[in-house]
Nanobody, 123 residues
Framework: VQLVESGGGLVETGGSLRLSCAAT????????LGWFRQAPGKEREFVAA????????YYADSVKGRGTITRDNAKNTVYLQMNSLKPEDTANYYC?????????????????WGQGTQVTVSS
């Protein structure tokens, strides 16, 4: 499975971005998908995850109410809509896939990773 993120960029505080992650691989619809982020000097942290059919979603407290993760299995794509962005949201955002029906939040539980897309929120 290969994952390619897009949609990052520079945005002002309070703005919005929609990140996309396109995947190759015929088993996409069976994977748990997640978004993580890593700021300079910090560990990679969980942002959001979605179950294989989109029926369940989970969010880090830091983005709850501002982020929405969705997936389109027909397009092999997962999205992360981020609203009311803050400077502390500045990070490299990674898409990840887990070969399981069970959602986990730890980065080590995910099997495939994209290269990341940079999000910078100016104050």
């Amino acid at each position: 499975v290969q994952l390619v993120e897009s949609g990052g960029g520079l945005v002002e505080t309070g703005g919005s971005l929609r990140l996309s992650c396109a995947a190759t691989g015929h088993a996409f619809s069976t994977y748990v998908l997640g978004w993580f982020r890593q700021a300079p000097g910090k560990e990679r942290e969980f942002v959001a995850a979605i179950s294989w059919n989109g029926g369940s979603t989970y969010y880090a407290d830091s983005v709850k109410g501002r982020g929405t993760i969705t997936r389109d299995n027909a397009k092999n794509t997962v999205y992360l809509q981020m609203n009311s962005l803050k400077p502390e949201d500045t990070a490299n955002y990674y898409c990840a896939a887990r070969e399981s029906y069970f959602i986990r939040y730890e980065a080590r539980e995910f099997d495939y990773w994209g290269q990341g897309t940079q999000v910078t929120v100016s104050s």
